[in-house]
Structures are given as C-alpha cells and as structure tokens.
C-alpha cells in the first residue's frame, strides 16, 4: 500500500543543515500493525508526517495505494488526508469545547456525510472504544486513557486506510497505554486498517507486528515478529 522510495528530508537549524532522513526506502502492505523506533532525532516522526502528507520532503517519492502523494498539491493534499488518513497524537489534540461526541462527529460533518449516518457511525464507534454513557462529557471531564479512546474513535470513524499515530502512549501510565494499544490491535484486526506508529516506547515496541529501527536518519534494521 505504501512505497517510500529513497526519500531524503533536511532542516536548517542556524547555518547548520540537519539531515532528518537520509536516502530512506521502505515498504508497507495492507494491515500491518508497524512501529517507527529510535531514539529522538533519529527521523521517525518525520518519517510519519511524510507519510501523512503534513511535511514535505526534499528528495525521492512517496506512493499509496498507487498515488504519488508527493506530487500532490497543497488542496489536494489536505483533502487526501481527510479522506484517507486518520492521526493521533501523543496530546489527543481534541476540541475542548466539544464533547466527545462532537469531537468524533465533527470528522465525519466536513465530510458531507447526513445526519443519520453521524450519527448512527459516532455513537457506534464511541461504544467500541468504551465510552458508551460518555459521549456527551466534554475533554476536561475525562481521563488521559479516555480522551485518548476519544482520538483513536476520531481517526477509526471515517474508515481510513491508514493510521498514523504519534508517540500514542506517551502520556499514559503503563496500565493505560497497554489497554490503548489492546483497543489498537484490536481495531487493526477488526477493520484491516493499516497502523503504523512513531515511538520510543518499549511497549509500543513489543505489540508491533513489525519494527523498523531508524537511527540518524537512516534504517537501521526491519524486523518483522509475527
């Protein structure tokens, strides 16, 4: 589904370039459950906000499911997202003015999807995350975990190909963050959603399916565990 094909990204800090990515190739099929690894500054977070069309990249090509995402323009791009990508963030980045209802169903609104049909997909995916009875308390009245459940209903209720999440767990406490990538695994199993995180978290490590080692910008190992 996806092909980064010697993808290179630098960063000027002062007089100096930084080199994020280096000459980077790398292949992801349909479903995987995939984690980005390394130590900061190694490359992973660029890596995904590539893949998830939010940066730019200064050499090679980026392709999913076929397209040449790096030769789509700025509106093209945005709306690729919309429709294909769903995000999550270490900081949940919801509305907090928003329930989590309105936080979910918002996604779903510029999509120009009836009523009926928010409704009845917003409601449905709050249940499967385990927030059935919540879905009218807004950010500040829940938990770290339960806002987080709130952000993977939010990326999971537009069915998208892709889910890029970024550093997940970083958050949460232990107990929390293993029933988050729980709830994870089981969507990814659910819905063949393909998964594909950015961490330097052992746990996140130890649920991927496969682990992609990036040090200095570039891969240093691709283990595949399952």
Sequence with gaps: MISVEKVSRNYKAGET?????KQVSLQINDGEFLSIAGPSGSG???LLNLIGC???LDEGEIYIDGKPVTAMGKNEK????????????????LIPVLSAYENVAFVLSILNIAEPEIKERTYAILKEVGLEGMENRRPNRL???????????????KHPQIILADEPTANLDSKTGEDILKLMKDMNKKYKTTFIFSTHDQMVMD????????HDGNILRDERRK
Aim: hydrophobic share 50%.
């Design 17 to 21: 370039v930084v080199k994020a990515l």
């Design 44 to 46: 992973k977070t660029t």
């Design 54 to 56: 939010i940066d730019a």
């Design 78 to 93: 945005t709306i690729f997202r919309r429709t294909n990508l769903g995000f999550i963030f270490q900081t949940y980045n």
């Design 143 to 157: 938990s770290g975990g339960q806002q987080q459940r709130i952000a993977i209903a939010r990326a999971l209720v």
């Design 207 to 214: 649920y991927a399916d496969r682990l992609v080692w990036l």
